[in-house]
Protein backbone atom coordinates (compact mmCIF):
# COMPACT_ATOMS: atom_id res chain seq x y z
CA UNK A 1 0.00 0.00 0.00
CA UNK A 2 1.05 3.55 -0.29
CA UNK A 3 1.95 5.80 2.35
CA UNK A 4 2.78 9.02 2.92
CA UNK A 5 6.16 8.90 1.74
CA UNK A 6 5.01 7.89 -1.75
CA UNK A 7 2.54 10.71 -2.01
CA UNK A 8 5.46 13.44 -3.27
CA UNK A 9 6.86 10.95 -5.86
CA UNK A 10 3.31 11.12 -7.61
CA UNK A 11 2.72 12.99 -10.71
CA UNK A 12 1.95 17.01 -9.64
CA UNK A 13 -1.83 18.21 -9.48
CA UNK A 14 -2.52 21.65 -11.34
CA UNK A 15 -1.38 24.37 -9.32
CA UNK A 16 1.82 22.90 -8.79
CA UNK A 17 2.40 21.93 -12.93
CA UNK A 18 1.42 25.89 -13.91
CA UNK A 19 2.38 27.73 -10.90
CA UNK A 20 -0.10 28.75 -8.37
CA UNK A 21 -3.52 29.59 -9.50
CA UNK A 22 -6.07 27.05 -7.71
CA UNK A 23 -9.63 27.81 -7.29
CA UNK A 24 -12.32 25.79 -5.16
CA UNK A 25 -15.66 27.25 -5.08
CA UNK A 26 -18.11 25.37 -3.57
CA UNK A 27 -21.15 27.23 -2.54
CA UNK A 28 -23.65 24.55 -1.47
CA UNK A 29 -24.47 24.83 2.28
CA UNK A 30 -23.97 21.08 3.18
CA UNK A 31 -25.53 19.39 6.25
CA UNK A 32 -25.10 15.86 6.73
CA UNK A 33 -26.81 14.22 9.62
CA UNK A 34 -29.35 11.58 10.59
CA UNK A 35 -32.91 13.44 10.75
CA UNK A 36 -31.09 16.05 8.32
CA UNK A 37 -34.26 17.38 7.12
CA UNK A 38 -36.69 17.30 10.51
CA UNK A 39 -33.55 18.94 12.39
CA UNK A 40 -32.99 21.89 10.00
CA UNK A 41 -36.57 23.73 9.29
CA UNK A 42 -34.98 26.98 8.73
CA UNK A 43 -33.56 26.01 5.49
CA UNK A 44 -36.84 25.35 3.97
CA UNK A 45 -38.44 28.52 5.98
CA UNK A 46 -35.75 30.61 4.21
CA UNK A 47 -36.19 29.24 0.76
CA UNK A 48 -39.53 31.16 0.37
CA UNK A 49 -43.89 30.31 0.22
CA UNK A 50 -44.60 27.81 -1.84
CA UNK A 51 -42.57 24.15 -3.00
CA UNK A 52 -42.13 22.58 -6.03
CA UNK A 53 -41.25 19.31 -5.10
CA UNK A 54 -39.35 17.11 -7.72
CA UNK A 55 -39.26 13.10 -7.15
CA UNK A 56 -39.60 10.36 -9.49
CA UNK A 57 -42.51 8.20 -9.15
CA UNK A 58 -42.13 5.80 -5.98
CA UNK A 59 -38.22 5.97 -4.41
CA UNK A 60 -38.75 9.42 -2.81
CA UNK A 61 -42.30 8.24 -0.70
CA UNK A 62 -40.43 4.49 -0.16
CA UNK A 63 -37.28 5.81 1.50
CA UNK A 64 -39.44 8.62 3.57
CA UNK A 65 -37.46 11.83 2.51
CA UNK A 66 -40.43 13.40 0.50
CA UNK A 67 -42.89 12.54 4.50
CA UNK A 68 -39.85 14.41 5.94
CA UNK A 69 -39.83 17.61 4.22
CA UNK A 70 -43.58 17.58 3.41
CA UNK A 71 -43.90 17.05 7.53
CA UNK A 72 -41.48 20.44 7.66
CA UNK A 73 -43.34 22.63 4.88
CA UNK A 74 -46.49 21.75 6.74
CA UNK A 75 -45.19 22.76 10.38
CA UNK A 76 -43.49 25.98 8.72
CA UNK A 77 -46.86 26.66 7.28
CA UNK A 78 -45.30 26.73 3.69
CA UNK A 79 -47.47 25.05 0.79
CA UNK A 80 -46.32 22.75 -2.18
CA UNK A 81 -46.94 21.11 -4.95
CA UNK A 82 -45.40 17.89 -6.39
CA UNK A 83 -44.62 16.92 -9.48
CA UNK A 84 -43.27 13.38 -9.11
CA UNK A 85 -42.81 12.70 -12.57
CA UNK A 86 -39.07 12.05 -13.00
CA UNK A 87 -37.90 9.48 -15.42
CA UNK A 88 -34.37 7.88 -15.25
CA UNK A 89 -32.18 10.04 -17.47
CA UNK A 90 -34.88 12.80 -17.63
CA UNK A 91 -35.18 14.55 -20.64
CA UNK A 92 -35.71 18.20 -21.26
CA UNK A 93 -39.31 17.62 -22.39
CA UNK A 94 -40.04 16.46 -18.30
CA UNK A 95 -38.14 19.50 -17.15
CA UNK A 96 -40.70 22.00 -19.20
CA UNK A 97 -43.69 20.12 -17.91
CA UNK A 98 -42.13 20.58 -14.00
CA UNK A 99 -42.17 24.00 -14.59
CA UNK A 100 -45.26 24.83 -15.97
CA UNK A 101 -46.66 23.06 -13.27
CA UNK A 102 -44.54 24.80 -10.55
CA UNK A 103 -45.72 28.13 -12.26
CA UNK A 104 -49.00 27.50 -12.27
CA UNK A 105 -48.74 26.35 -8.88
CA UNK A 106 -47.41 29.79 -8.17
CA UNK A 107 -44.39 27.69 -6.32
CA UNK A 108 -41.36 30.01 -5.44
CA UNK A 109 -38.73 27.77 -4.93
CA UNK A 110 -37.75 24.15 -5.98
CA UNK A 111 -36.83 20.40 -3.37
CA UNK A 112 -35.48 17.93 -5.44
CA UNK A 113 -35.41 14.90 -3.54
CA UNK A 114 -33.56 11.58 -4.95
CA UNK A 115 -30.76 10.47 -6.92
CA UNK A 116 -29.58 12.17 -9.47
CA UNK A 117 -32.09 12.45 -12.30
CA UNK A 118 -34.64 14.11 -9.85
CA UNK A 119 -32.20 16.47 -8.43
CA UNK A 120 -30.25 17.02 -11.86
CA UNK A 121 -33.94 17.44 -13.26
CA UNK A 122 -34.89 20.06 -10.30
CA UNK A 123 -31.79 21.72 -10.93
CA UNK A 124 -33.13 22.39 -14.47
CA UNK A 125 -36.69 23.21 -13.41
CA UNK A 126 -35.51 26.21 -10.63
CA UNK A 127 -33.38 27.54 -13.43
CA UNK A 128 -36.55 27.73 -16.21
CA UNK A 129 -38.88 29.11 -13.69
CA UNK A 130 -36.32 32.02 -12.82
CA UNK A 131 -36.72 32.51 -16.89
CA UNK A 132 -40.86 31.83 -17.54
CA UNK A 133 -40.35 33.68 -20.89
CA UNK A 134 -37.77 31.35 -22.10
CA UNK A 135 -38.61 28.13 -24.20
CA UNK A 136 -36.00 24.72 -23.88
CA UNK A 137 -33.34 25.55 -25.97
CA UNK A 138 -33.02 28.57 -22.74
CA UNK A 139 -31.61 25.52 -21.36
CA UNK A 140 -28.23 25.09 -23.78
CA UNK A 141 -28.43 28.81 -24.75
CA UNK A 142 -27.13 31.14 -22.11
CA UNK A 143 -24.91 31.39 -18.98
CA UNK A 144 -27.51 33.09 -16.92
CA UNK A 145 -27.60 30.68 -14.09
CA UNK A 146 -30.14 32.71 -12.22
CA UNK A 147 -32.44 30.25 -10.95
CA UNK A 148 -35.02 30.13 -7.96
CA UNK A 149 -34.37 28.66 -4.42
CA UNK A 150 -33.31 25.10 -4.37
CA UNK A 151 -32.46 22.54 -1.77
CA UNK A 152 -32.22 18.83 -2.45
CA UNK A 153 -32.09 16.20 -0.89
CA UNK A 154 -29.99 12.89 -2.29
CA UNK A 155 -30.97 9.03 -1.77
CA UNK A 156 -28.91 7.92 -3.55
CA UNK A 157 -24.91 7.46 -3.38
CA UNK A 158 -23.36 7.95 -6.67
CA UNK A 159 -24.30 11.24 -8.61
CA UNK A 160 -23.00 14.21 -6.12
CA UNK A 161 -25.17 15.96 -7.76
CA UNK A 162 -26.25 17.67 -4.58
CA UNK A 163 -22.32 19.50 -4.77
CA UNK A 164 -22.14 19.73 -8.35
CA UNK A 165 -23.04 22.66 -10.53
CA UNK A 166 -24.24 20.24 -13.61
CA UNK A 167 -27.53 19.11 -14.64
CA UNK A 168 -27.09 16.44 -17.27
CA UNK A 169 -30.57 15.90 -19.52
CA UNK A 170 -30.86 13.51 -22.47
CA UNK A 171 -31.59 14.99 -25.39
CA UNK A 172 -33.47 12.92 -27.92
CA UNK A 173 -32.57 14.24 -31.26
CA UNK A 174 -29.27 14.30 -30.34
CA UNK A 175 -29.38 10.51 -28.96
CA UNK A 176 -27.11 11.42 -26.12
CA UNK A 177 -27.15 13.17 -22.66
CA UNK A 178 -25.47 16.36 -22.41
CA UNK A 179 -24.54 18.92 -19.66
CA UNK A 180 -26.50 22.34 -19.31
CA UNK A 181 -23.78 25.09 -19.42
CA UNK A 182 -25.09 26.95 -16.63
CA UNK A 183 -23.50 26.54 -12.86
CA UNK A 184 -26.25 25.49 -11.24
CA UNK A 185 -25.41 24.85 -7.90
CA UNK A 186 -27.61 24.30 -5.18
CA UNK A 187 -28.29 26.49 -2.10
CA UNK A 188 -28.43 23.85 0.81
CA UNK A 189 -27.65 20.01 0.58
CA UNK A 190 -29.29 17.96 3.23
CA UNK A 191 -28.06 14.44 3.57
CA UNK A 192 -29.08 11.91 5.67
CA UNK A 193 -27.51 8.24 5.09
CA UNK A 194 -30.70 6.61 6.81
CA UNK A 195 -32.93 7.11 3.05
CA UNK A 196 -30.22 4.93 1.29
CA UNK A 197 -30.98 1.70 3.51
CA UNK A 198 -34.23 1.72 1.47
CA UNK A 199 -32.77 1.81 -1.99
CA UNK A 200 -32.57 -1.23 -4.48
CA UNK A 201 -29.25 -3.39 -4.00
CA UNK A 202 -28.79 -2.81 -7.35
CA UNK A 203 -29.07 0.89 -7.19
CA UNK A 204 -26.96 1.82 -4.55
CA UNK A 205 -24.14 -0.59 -6.73
CA UNK A 206 -24.58 1.01 -9.32
CA UNK A 207 -24.28 4.30 -7.48
CA UNK A 208 -21.24 3.46 -5.78
CA UNK A 209 -19.68 2.44 -8.83
CA UNK A 210 -20.68 6.24 -10.11
CA UNK A 211 -18.88 7.69 -7.21
CA UNK A 212 -15.79 6.25 -7.83
CA UNK A 213 -15.83 7.10 -10.83
CA UNK A 214 -16.10 10.08 -10.11
CA UNK A 215 -12.84 10.02 -7.51
CA UNK A 216 -11.02 8.34 -10.35
CA UNK A 217 -12.04 10.53 -13.01
CA UNK A 218 -11.69 14.25 -10.90
CA UNK A 219 -7.84 12.87 -9.69
CA UNK A 220 -6.73 11.83 -13.50
CA UNK A 221 -7.94 15.04 -14.20
CA UNK A 222 -5.90 18.12 -16.04
CA UNK A 223 -8.02 20.68 -14.04
CA UNK A 224 -7.02 18.83 -10.73
CA UNK A 225 -5.34 20.58 -7.99
CA UNK A 226 -4.44 20.17 -4.79
CA UNK A 227 -7.86 20.92 -3.36
CA UNK A 228 -10.15 19.02 -5.57
CA UNK A 229 -7.40 16.12 -4.65
CA UNK A 230 -8.52 16.89 -0.76
CA UNK A 231 -11.66 15.94 -1.56
CA UNK A 232 -10.90 12.51 -3.58
CA UNK A 233 -8.38 11.38 -1.32
CA UNK A 234 -10.64 11.67 1.41
CA UNK A 235 -13.78 10.21 -0.77
CA UNK A 236 -11.15 7.25 -1.83
CA UNK A 237 -10.68 6.51 2.09
CA UNK A 238 -14.56 6.49 3.53
CA UNK A 239 -15.43 4.99 0.23
CA UNK A 240 -13.01 2.04 1.39
CA UNK A 241 -14.12 1.82 4.32
CA UNK A 242 -17.28 0.38 3.16
CA UNK A 243 -17.04 -0.88 -0.54
CA UNK A 244 -17.14 -4.46 0.97
CA UNK A 245 -20.54 -4.08 2.21
CA UNK A 246 -21.34 -3.88 -1.25
CA UNK A 247 -21.35 -6.92 -1.87
CA UNK A 248 -22.64 -8.52 1.23
CA UNK A 249 -25.60 -7.12 1.49
CA UNK A 250 -24.93 -6.75 5.35
CA UNK A 251 -24.66 -2.65 5.36
CA UNK A 252 -25.84 -0.93 8.94
CA UNK A 253 -26.09 2.80 8.87
CA UNK A 254 -22.34 3.16 9.82
CA UNK A 255 -21.80 1.93 5.97
CA UNK A 256 -25.32 4.09 4.52
CA UNK A 257 -24.03 7.25 6.19
CA UNK A 258 -19.64 6.39 4.54
CA UNK A 259 -20.74 5.44 1.08
CA UNK A 260 -23.33 9.12 1.20
CA UNK A 261 -19.99 11.06 2.21
CA UNK A 262 -17.90 9.57 -0.28
CA UNK A 263 -20.67 10.63 -3.27
CA UNK A 264 -20.94 14.22 -1.91
CA UNK A 265 -17.27 14.17 -1.88
CA UNK A 266 -16.46 13.11 -5.24
CA UNK A 267 -19.45 15.35 -6.29
CA UNK A 268 -17.16 18.11 -4.24
CA UNK A 269 -14.30 16.77 -6.59
CA UNK A 270 -16.10 17.00 -9.84
CA UNK A 271 -17.62 19.95 -9.15
CA UNK A 272 -14.24 21.43 -9.48
CA UNK A 273 -12.29 19.55 -12.74
CA UNK A 274 -15.74 17.76 -14.37
CA UNK A 275 -15.49 14.20 -15.10
CA UNK A 276 -13.25 12.83 -17.71
CA UNK A 277 -12.88 10.11 -20.27
CA UNK A 278 -14.96 7.46 -19.24
CA UNK A 279 -17.95 9.62 -18.15
CA UNK A 280 -17.12 10.69 -21.84
CA UNK A 281 -17.38 7.59 -23.27
CA UNK A 282 -20.42 6.09 -21.15
CA UNK A 283 -22.94 8.63 -23.01
CA UNK A 284 -24.00 7.28 -25.51
CA UNK A 285 -23.67 3.71 -24.36
CA UNK A 286 -26.18 4.56 -21.54
CA UNK A 287 -28.43 6.12 -24.24
CA UNK A 288 -28.14 3.18 -26.94
CA UNK A 289 -28.21 0.38 -24.51
CA UNK A 290 -30.12 2.17 -21.37
CA UNK A 291 -27.59 1.20 -19.46
CA UNK A 292 -27.31 2.75 -15.77
CA UNK A 293 -24.80 5.07 -15.44
CA UNK A 294 -22.84 4.02 -12.83
CA UNK A 295 -22.62 0.24 -14.47
CA UNK A 296 -21.69 2.22 -17.76
CA UNK A 297 -19.31 4.11 -16.46
CA UNK A 298 -17.63 2.08 -14.74
CA UNK A 299 -17.00 -0.36 -17.47
CA UNK A 300 -14.38 1.95 -18.55
CA UNK A 301 -12.46 2.90 -15.09
CA UNK A 302 -10.22 0.29 -14.92
CA UNK A 303 -9.10 0.97 -18.98
CA UNK A 304 -8.83 4.50 -17.89
CA UNK A 305 -6.43 3.96 -14.87
CA UNK A 306 -4.59 1.45 -17.23
CA UNK A 307 -4.02 4.41 -19.80
CA UNK A 308 -2.55 6.79 -16.67
CA UNK A 309 0.76 6.95 -15.33
CA UNK A 310 1.25 3.57 -13.37
CA UNK A 311 2.43 5.90 -9.95
CA UNK A 312 -1.15 7.62 -10.19
CA UNK A 313 -3.47 4.82 -10.96
CA UNK A 314 -1.43 2.16 -8.27
CA UNK A 315 -2.17 5.27 -5.51
CA UNK A 316 -6.11 5.50 -6.55
CA UNK A 317 -6.49 1.97 -6.80
CA UNK A 318 -4.60 1.38 -3.30
CA UNK A 319 -6.44 4.20 -1.59
CA UNK A 320 -9.63 2.40 -2.66
CA UNK A 321 -8.74 -0.59 -1.74
CA UNK A 322 -7.78 -2.85 -4.76
CA UNK A 323 -4.47 -4.65 -5.69
CA UNK A 324 -4.53 -3.79 -8.83
CA UNK A 325 -6.42 -3.22 -11.90
CA UNK A 326 -7.61 -6.95 -12.13
CA UNK A 327 -8.95 -7.02 -8.86
CA UNK A 328 -10.72 -3.51 -9.30
CA UNK A 329 -12.27 -5.29 -12.39
CA UNK A 330 -13.60 -8.33 -10.38
CA UNK A 331 -14.81 -5.86 -7.93
CA UNK A 332 -16.59 -4.08 -11.07
CA UNK A 333 -18.12 -7.45 -12.74
CA UNK A 334 -19.28 -8.42 -9.05
CA UNK A 335 -21.48 -5.40 -8.22
CA UNK A 336 -22.61 -4.96 -11.67
CA UNK A 337 -22.48 -8.17 -13.83
CA UNK A 338 -20.63 -9.51 -16.52
CA UNK A 339 -20.90 -6.76 -18.62
CA UNK A 340 -20.72 -7.32 -22.32
CA UNK A 341 -21.10 -3.89 -24.78
CA UNK A 342 -21.17 -4.74 -28.78
CA UNK A 343 -18.09 -3.80 -30.48
CA UNK A 344 -19.94 -1.37 -32.78
CA UNK A 345 -20.84 0.47 -29.63
CA UNK A 346 -17.83 0.77 -28.30
CA UNK A 347 -16.52 2.05 -31.71
CA UNK A 348 -19.26 4.81 -31.62
CA UNK A 349 -18.86 5.73 -28.26
CA UNK A 350 -15.13 6.52 -29.39
CA UNK A 351 -16.05 8.22 -32.47
CA UNK A 352 -18.65 10.23 -30.60
CA UNK A 353 -15.88 11.37 -27.80
CA UNK A 354 -13.63 12.44 -30.70
CA UNK A 355 -15.89 14.74 -31.40
CA UNK A 356 -16.08 16.41 -27.78
CA UNK A 357 -12.50 17.80 -27.31
CA UNK A 358 -13.22 19.72 -24.11
CA UNK A 359 -14.09 16.15 -22.61
CA UNK A 360 -10.65 15.12 -24.22
CA UNK A 361 -8.31 17.92 -22.92
CA UNK A 362 -9.37 16.88 -19.36
CA UNK A 363 -7.47 13.56 -19.36
CA UNK A 364 -4.08 14.30 -17.99
CA UNK A 365 -2.26 12.51 -20.62
CA UNK A 366 -1.77 12.32 -24.28
CA UNK A 367 -5.20 11.18 -25.77
CA UNK A 368 -5.80 10.45 -29.33
CA UNK A 369 -8.02 7.87 -30.92
CA UNK A 370 -5.90 5.20 -30.45
CA UNK A 371 -5.40 5.65 -26.72
CA UNK A 372 -9.41 6.34 -26.46
CA UNK A 373 -9.94 2.93 -27.87
CA UNK A 374 -7.48 0.96 -25.91
CA UNK A 375 -9.37 2.83 -22.99
CA UNK A 376 -13.21 1.59 -24.30
CA UNK A 377 -11.49 -1.79 -25.84
CA UNK A 378 -9.38 -2.35 -22.23
CA UNK A 379 -7.99 -4.91 -21.45
CA UNK A 380 -7.81 -5.89 -25.41
CA UNK A 381 -9.89 -6.47 -28.49
CA UNK A 382 -11.58 -10.46 -28.69
FE1 LIG B 1 -21.45 10.09 -12.94
Request: proline letters at 5%; charged letters at 25%.
Amino acid sequence: MYGAQDVGARTQAQGERKGVKMRFSMPVTVYEEESCVRNHPEVFAAAGKKALLVTGRHSADRNGAASDVLSVLEDLGIASVRFREVEENPCVETVMRARRLGLSEGADFVVGIGGGSAMDAAKAIALMMRHPEEGADYLYGSRDASRVPLILVPTTCGTGSEVTPVSVLTLPERKTKASTPHPLFADAALIDGRYLAFAPETVIRNTAMDALGHLFESYLNADATDYSRMCVDAGLKIWSRSRDVLLRSAAISEDYANLMRASTLAGMAIAQTGTALPHGLSYPITYDLHMAHGRAVGYFEAGYLAAAPEEESLYLLHTAGFENLAALQDFYEAMCGNTRIPAEELEHAVDMLCENPSKLAKAPFHCDRDVLRRIAFWPGED
